[in-house]
């Protein structure tokens, strides 16, 4: 992310003085046009500086942002459509994140569905302080997957 930042000063060396002005025609020799001064009065190389660097931006974000919403989504999807199951709890480990002031979680399920044959799945979920001693190895929860993905969400569903 710092290198537009670096462009977008690189673009005002006209301004800077000879000094500047002579770094900008040297480069222009180079690279014939990233000076050029547009309407607006931002060289061509500021101008697209300044757009990279909001491209940038706006995609952190929204993996920021997005990625949790995402799988909180496909969350209550499987809590509402997934077929219930059992899972043993084989290991919880925090991620590090917080989410108002508890823990995001990363927990690994042996699920035992009632019509084949036990796998393991990963899933996260925020605790609340009050349930992580409830959240520990070799603990039974109620589950619910999909059969095709083997998405696991914890919980009971929809009478949740």
């Known amino acids: ?3 537009p930042f670096i462009f977008i ?4 060396a006209p301004e800077l003085g000879s000094a500047g002005r002579d770094f900008a ?3 222009d020799q180079i690279v014939p046009g990233l000076f050029t001064v547009l309407p607006w009065g931002a060289t061509l190389l500021t101008t697209v500086a300044f757009a990279l660097t909001f491209a940038l931006m706006f995609t952190a974000m929204a993996f920021l942002f997005g990625t949790p919403l995402w799988a909180a989504y496909r969350n209550r999807v499987v809590l509402r459509s997934g077929r219930p199951a059992e899972g043993r709890i084989v290991s919880a480990v925090p991620t590090g994140v917080r989410f108002n002031h508890n823990p995001v979680t990363r ?3 042996e699920v035992t569905p009632s019509d084949g044959r036990p796998f393991l799945a990963e899933t996260e979920m925020v605790i609340k302080q009050a349930q992580i001693p409830q959240i520990q190895p070799d ?4 589950v619910r997957y999909n059969p095709d993905t ?4 914890i919980g009971e569903g929809p009478g949740r």
């Open 107 to 109: 927990i690994t399920l």
């Open 25 to 27: 025609a040297w480069v």
């Open 139 to 142: 603990t039974v929860v109620p």
């Open 1 to 3: 992310m710092w290198v």
């Open 9 to 12: 000063f690189v673009g005002m």
């Open 150 to 153: 083997l998405e696991v969400a």
